[in-house]
């Protein structure tokens, strides 16, 4: 069975440099072309992408806020 991903950036836990570095980018609105996310199994890499890509397709965020809006059409009808 899967877990519940993670919703939040807050929720997402170990990883403070990359979680601080993304949320720098989200705060400025500087996404680079890409992220490539590494690391051992069942650390988090895909929640991460799947939360990310959320935020970058989000039409309701505000420019202060870090986590999508969770209510425009992006946010319901995208991947979970």
Do not use: M
Not at 20 to 34: N, S, Y
Not at 36 to 47: A, E, N, R, V
Not at 63 to 77: A, Q, S, W
């Amino acid at each position: 069975f899967e877990e519940e991903r993670p919703r939040r950036l807050a929720e997402f836990t170990g990883n403070d440099a990359v979680k601080a570095r993304i949320a720098a980018c989200i705060r400025h609105e500087q996404f680079k072309p890409g992220f490539l996310f590494h690391g051992d199994p069942g650390t988090g890499k895909t929640s991460f992408a799947r939360w990310l890509s959320r935020v970058v397709a989000c039409e309701g965020r505000k420019l202060e806020e870090l986590d999508p809006c969770e209510g425009c059409y992006p946010c319901t009808h995208g991947s979970r």
